[in-house]
């Protein structure tokens, strides 16, 4: 039984499984990552692909099958987060094609919007992706993999998804400024 509504806990779902799968999976890309030899990119490349990919059939699962939880919500944002930007910092840490300032933009974007959406929260409101959010997200994971197979424009990819970041951050921001204006 649940402790705070009385009824019974069910197992956790497919979706939520799947969500787990990534941060799972994190630490694997992290060490093919941090392994000497092509092969280990090649590798890395490949669970990245995959993690990359439940990060959209989760969501979409659990809307369809209305099996939407509040772990979900909760983990779903921390799972594409460790996803992200760990692989970035990784790089960064081995001198990768990617800029240091590229990087900290998207950590400062992940980090500002989502104590905003604590706040948001604490004030009674949800503030879901937007189309800008969603494409900051893709050209993101789109640049990740482009760096670590170390492919030809993946420094320039690095450079869009920081723009989509500033940009997407700023849109939250500005739409939702009156939750910024009663916080203050």
């Not at 009385?6 to 969500?19: S, W």
């Not at 993690?51 to 989760?58: E, G, I, K, R």
């Not at 998207?106 to 104590?115: D, H, K, L, Q, Y």
């Not at 990819?157 to 500033?166: G, I, T």
Request: net charge positive.
């Amino acid at each position: 039984m649940n402790r705070h509504s009385g009824t019974k806990k069910l197992p956790m779902n497919l979706p939520n499984r799947i969500t787990l799968s990534r941060i799972v999976l994190v630490p694997a890309l992290l060490a093919l990552m941090m392994a000497e030899g092509a092969w280990c990119r090649v590798a890395a490349a490949a669970v990245f692909a995959i993690a990359a990919t439940t990060d959209f059939v989760d969501g979409q699962l659990a809307r369809r099958r209305k099996e939407v939880t509040d772990f979900g919500k909760f983990m779903d944002p921390i799972a594409d987060k460790m996803l992200a930007l760990l692989p970035l910092i990784v790089l960064c840490w081995q001198r990768a094609d990617v800029s240091v300032v590229a990087v900290l933009i998207m950590v400062a974007r992940e980090i500002i919007i989502s104590g905003f959406r604590l706040v948001a929260v604490g004030r009674g409101s949800v503030i879901a992706a937007g189309r800008s959010g969603k494409a900051k997200t893709l050209v993101q994971l789109s640049a990740v993999l482009l760096l670590i197979l170390r492919l030809p424009y993946a420094y320039y990819a690095a450079w869009l998804a920081a723009a989509l970041s500033a940009y997407s951050g700023l849109e939250i921001l500005v739409k939702n400024r009156d939750i910024l204006e009663e916080a203050a």
